[in-house]
């Protein structure tokens, strides 16, 4: 009986290997084949339930890669590696164990040192017997420095043997040092939501340094902001793009693993091998294309100390360096699919769970062999594998590698990876990973992720996204109504935008362009092109024009070279100062004939108070007095008394002071006559007239020709050193360095405009610098001056009480919002995106009660508002923010010069957002 099942058995076995021998692509079939089949569509099924969190890395690496396409382009002090980027990386556990983070990883160069002669240069050299360990050779040490030390610094750091000086070990944990040092300074004093780790670990009784962790675990809803880095050494330049480039990525977070950890290594970049660039051009290969070979060969390649291994071939202190092509195997990811991607996330996962006692086993070991296995693998056959025979595949070469005691690098095969690594070491990986390939189903059926990662099967995690997903889609909604409302507004908005085309026209002419840089200054947004005109009840329009009537002859500087002297007042109120008078003779104002003789106008500008400081309410006082007597006793016969011109002040007390006048022009002007053409103000105002007659010369329609006049006296100001410095020293996205050299050239200007809370009133000045914003104002294009324009007229018709915010706090935001934004974020970014990125800069301004001024950041704007007034007006914007598209539904503009476009037409010019 057992003699015949065992015969049965056994002829069933012949007739199965016949029936299922045959070719496929040339190579014969057998009865393995088959069992191999049915492997691997079990592999596929057992593979089919981690789909969800292969979504979720998926959807991480896109939200990262987005993050990096927004930033721009990278520095040279900092290049973007590692599996985050690439897109085959396991989210870790942070310290706290409640935060799931991704890991990022960065190379942060050291620059390269400088030298007198081409001799000067660094020269790297293969350590005896050690393939892919080099010493870093200095070779005309007298001439070498780094840019932050000098030589007999940079000579501590040099090892002399016996072919030469070498880089000790030192030097790059002094580097490390500094980095941490820099880092320290500014997140210590930031509390919850970063940590800073410098990680070692010991051996033989030595600490050794592998590189920095940067933590940042702030929630998803929590924005971070760049913090101030000292960018005149070498640390802080190089870590302050590193950080502008943390916030990008922490900003972009997910509220699937929202936190970040940052791994900082210190490099030297370095030229290909020769024999390996010669390899890598000339081999045969399947994979990557033509062009990413050519790309490759142009990125440079690393070196990375390795604080394992001492330079036993020359000295103990000497540093041995391993070669890396970080960037290079960044851009190999780019040409592998998701299949790809996900064997490697698989496998690393499988290092996670089993192989923790392996050394050898590592993330790069699996790089190295999906980069062998694509090179030789026909594309054809590379399309038809499925997830399943692929991750066979990978195991079957990481076993052939470990049996040959052999993995050639894949940019410079030369170099063995498993070189250094104990046979014991060895054997013991190549033993683990045999018993995985026997029992792949059993590994892959057990739970390779946390629990945390994916929740019950992956369907908590798999909620949380299809919620972000359909958040997403309601805000690009919420976008679309939002330049839906916005739409119907264009053509009030290009009427604006015209008018101040015509404007700028008018005053270019050679009569009036001579004068306005020596008394007028234009300012406002008027000239801006940000102006939102208002309508009288009968449907008249409205101008309001802004002008700087500057003191002639006069300059206040920091030094003594100048009539009036910067003096810092007391109390901490930046951006505002006392004027010490240091030469009385230049300054010279004309006064009402009534009260000119009657003391020396001299003494009416100072009092022996306080060292002669200049009295800024009797500077306004008395230009009060001459522009009235001049407008109203000399024009005013041009004018019919009751409508042609009036005259008006911002001020009602010292308590409410405020320097500007207002002239109300409602009829052309035709004639002028002034009383005395050499005296200031006199001067001014001639200019001024002159220059408004031009403007209304070149009006189209009587409906423009209503006008209101703000004028306020001014003098001219050296911009202190301090803060020229730190505006040129900014880092930005925006205006472009040559703006912001141009804006540094300019001068700013003093108003007798004291701060609310000073002590004494009377003798405060406030710094301005319109002439700068004038200039900054060129640098925002049209369509980001009607989204200012539409802030505004929210903020008239529903901020009007309390009254906080004004639209140069407005217009403030929108510097601040502009700054902040990639070049490619800022010409991609629809008006709807602007509009909502203002009000949520508002917002967080509000609640933090503070509004930087933007030339003088120390200077907060919203310092002296009380609780009462900042909660309401936040409440208010909060409310405005969910509600958009209902607030711009509202009649925002004149309906006597909106005429509203039709839906249709909305849908047929941004037929791509439907």
């Known amino acids: 009986m057992v003699l015949t099942i065992i015969c049965t058995l056994a002829f069933a076995s012949l007739i199965v290997a016949f029936v299922f021998r045959s070719k496929r692509n040339g190579k014969a079939w057998d009865i393995l084949s088959f069992f191999q089949i049915s492997n691997t569509l079990h592999l596929e099924t057992a593979l089919r339930k981690y789909d969800n969190f292969f979504l979720l890395v998926h959807l991480q690496h896109q939200t990262i890669l987005s993050a990096v396409k927004s930033f721009g382009e990278e520095t040279d002090c900092c290049v973007l590696t590692g599996s985050a980027f690439e897109g085959c990386f396991l989210p870790k556990k942070m310290s706290s164990g409640i935060e799931i983070a991704v890991e990022c990883d960065f190379f942060v160069q050291l620059p390269p040192p400088t030298a007198k002669d081409s001799t000067g240069a660094l020269l790297y050299t293969q350590v005896d017997g050690k393939t892919h360990q080099v010493f870093v050779k200095v070779l005309d040490p007298s001439g070498i420095e780094w840019e932050f030390m000098g030589i007999d610094q940079t000579a501590g750091f040099l090892k002399q043997c016996h072919d030469g000086l070498y880089i000790k070990r030192n030097f790059m944990q002094a580097m490390e040092d500094r980095i941490l040092n820099s880092l320290g300074k500014v997140y210590s004093k930031k509390p919850g939501g970063m940590e800073i780790v410098q990680r070692s670990q010991t051996r033989h009784g030595r600490e050794l340094f592998a590189s920095l962790d940067v933590s940042f675990f702030k929630k998803i809803s929590e924005r971070l902001d760049m913090l101030p880095l000292d960018p005149d050494t070498w640390s802080g330049n190089a870590m302050t793009t590193a950080q502008m480039l943390w916030v990008n990525l922490t900003n972009w977070s997910s509220s699937v693993w929202p936190a970040r950890i940052f791994k900082v290594h210190v490099v030297l970049e370095c030229s290909w091998p020769a024999v390996a660039m010669e390899n890598w051009l000339q081999r045969q290969r399947q994979w990557p294309s033509m062009k990413t070979v050519q790309?490759?060969?142009?990125?440079?390649?690393?070196?990375?100390?390795?604080?394992?291994?001492?330079?036993?071939?020359?000295?103990?202190?000497?540093?041995?360096?391993?070669?890396?092509?970080?960037?290079?195997?960044?851009?190999?990811?780019?040409?592998?699919?998701?299949?790809?991607?996900?064997?490697?996330?698989?496998?690393?996962?499988?290092i996670a769970k089993h192989f923790n006692d392996s050394k050898v086993f590592t993330s790069h070991f699996i790089k190295m062999a999906i980069f062998w296995h694509l090179e030789s693998t026909p594309l054809a056959e590379r399309q038809r594998m499925g997830r399943g025979e692929?991750?066979?595949?990978?195991?079957?070469?990481?076993?052939?590698?470990?049996?040959?005691?052999?993995?050639?690098?894949?940019?410079?095969?030369?170099?063995?990876?498993?070189?250094?690594?104990?046979?014991?070491?060895?054997?013991?990986?190549?033993?683990?990973?045999?018993?995985?390939?026997?029992?792949?189903?059993?590994?892959?059926?057990?739970?390779?992720?946390?629990?945390?990662?994916?929740?019950?099967?992956?369907?908590?995690?798999?909620?949380?996204?299809?919620?972000?997903?359909?958040?997403?889609?309601?805000?690009?909604?919420?976008?679309?109504?939002?330049?839906?409302?916005?739409?119907?507004?264009?053509?009030f908005l290009f009427l604006n935008m015209t008018q101040h085309k015509v404007i700028f026209e008018a005053i270019k002419k050679q009569r009036i362009l001579s004068q306005l840089p020596k008394t007028v200054l234009p300012v406002g947004s008027m000239f801006e092109g940000s102006h939102i005109a208002e309508c009288t009840d009968d449907g008249r329009i409205i101008?309001?024009?802004?002008?700087?009537?500057?003191?002639?002859?006069?300059?206040?500087?920091?030094?003594?070279?100048?009539?009036?002297?910067?003096?810092?007042?007391?109390?901490?109120?930046?951006?505002?100062?006392?004027?010490?008078?240091?030469?009385?003779?230049?300054?010279?104002?004309?006064?009402?004939?009534?009260?000119?003789?009657?003391v020396d106008p001299f003494t009416k500008l100072y009092e022996i108070y306080n060292e002669e400081l200049f009295l800024s309410h009797k500077f306004v006082r008395m230009f009060e007095r001459r522009v009235g007597y001049a407008?109203?006793?000399?024009?005013?016969?041009?004018?019919?008394?009751?409508?042609?011109?009036?005259?008006?002040?911002?001020?009602?007390?010292?308590?409410?002071?405020?320097?500007?006048?207002?002239?109300?022009?409602?009829?052309?002007?035709?004639?002028?006559?002034?009383?005395?053409?050499?005296?200031?103000?006199?001067?001014?105002?001639?200019?001024?007239?002159?220059?408004?007659?031009?403007?209304?010369?070149?009006?189209?329609?009587?409906?423009?020709?209503?006008?209101?006049?703000?004028?306020?006296?001014?003098?001219?100001?050296?911009?202190?050193?301090?803060?020229?410095?730190?505006?040129?020293r900014r880092r930005r996205y925006w205006p472009d360095q040559g703006l912001v050299k141009k804006i540094s050239s300019l001068h700013c200007y003093l108003l007798a405009k004291p701060h609310p809370y000073t002590t004494n009133k009377l003798l405060e000045w406030r710094f301005s610098f319109?002439?700068?914003?004038?200039?900054?104002?060129?640098?925002?294009?049209?369509?980001?001056?009607?989204?200012?324009?539409?802030?505004?007229?929210?903020?008239?018709?529903?901020?009007?009480?309390?009254?906080?915010?004004?639209?140069?706090?407005?217009?403030?935001?929108?510097f601040w919002v502009l700054e902040s934004m990639p070049e490619q974020i800022r010409e991609s970014c629809s008006r709807a995106v602007l509009l909502q990125r203002l009000i949520d800069k508002l917002l967080s301004c509000l609640k933090a009660k503070n509004l930087p001024h933007f030339f003088i950041p120390e200077n907060n704007m919203f310092s002296h508002c009380e609780d009462g007034d900042i909660l309401t007006v936040l409440s208010k914007v909060q409310r405005m923010r969910e509600n958009l598209p209902l607030y711009l539904t509202e009649d925002l503009f004149i309906a006597a010069v909106t005429e509203e476009r039709e839906e249709k037409e909305f849908e047929e010019t941004y037929w791509g957002f439907t």
């Open 390 to 491: 692929l991750l066979m595949h990978l195991l079957h070469k990481l076993i052939v590698f470990l049996e040959n005691n052999n993995l050639p690098h894949f940019f410079n095969p030369c170099v063995n990876l498993l070189e250094g690594f104990s046979t014991c070491d060895i054997s013991y990986t190549l033993k683990e990973l045999k018993r995985v390939q026997r029992n792949i189903l059993d590994y892959l059926t057990s739970e390779l992720f946390p629990e945390e990662w994916l929740g019950a099967n992956g369907d908590d995690f798999v909620q949380k996204v299809l919620q972000s997903l359909t958040k997403a889609r309601t805000l690009q909604f919420q976008q679309l109504e939002v330049e839906r409302a916005l739409f119907k507004y264009e053509n």
């Open 543 to 598: 101008q309001e024009m802004d002008f700087m009537l500057i003191l002639p002859d006069v300059i206040a500087a920091e030094g003594d070279s100048e009539p009036l002297k910067c003096v810092s007042v007391e109390g901490r109120n930046p951006g505002y100062v006392n004027l010490k008078v240091l030469d009385a003779t230049h300054i010279s104002i004309q006064d009402t004939p009534a009260l000119r003789d009657l």
């Open 770 to 814: 319109s002439s700068a914003e004038l200039l900054l104002s060129s640098a925002i294009t049209p369509w980001q001056k009607q989204v200012l324009m539409v802030v505004k007229a929210l903020r008239r018709k529903y901020l009007q009480e309390p009254k906080l915010v004004a639209s140069y706090h407005l217009k403030t935001v929108m």
């Open 631 to 728: 407008v109203i006793n000399t024009m005013g016969t041009k004018f019919n008394p009751s409508q042609g011109i009036e005259l008006g002040m911002k001020r009602k007390s010292v308590k409410d002071f405020y320097p500007v006048m207002t002239i109300f022009l409602k009829e052309p002007i035709h004639c002028l006559i002034w009383p005395d053409s050499e005296a200031w103000p006199d001067t001014a105002v001639g200019a001024l007239f002159d220059t408004l007659s031009a403007i209304q010369d070149s009006q189209s329609s009587l409906s423009w020709e209503n006008q209101i006049i703000d004028i306020a006296p001014a003098i001219l100001c050296q911009v202190p050193t301090d803060i020229k410095d730190a505006w040129l």
């Open 295 to 350: 790309d490759i060969a142009l990125t440079p390649c690393y070196l990375h100390p390795l604080w394992d291994v001492t330079g036993h071939a020359i000295d103990q202190e000497v540093m041995a360096f391993q070669l890396t092509f970080g960037r290079a195997e960044f851009l190999l990811f780019s040409e592998t699919g998701p299949k790809e991607r996900q064997c490697v996330v698989i496998l690393k996962a499988l």
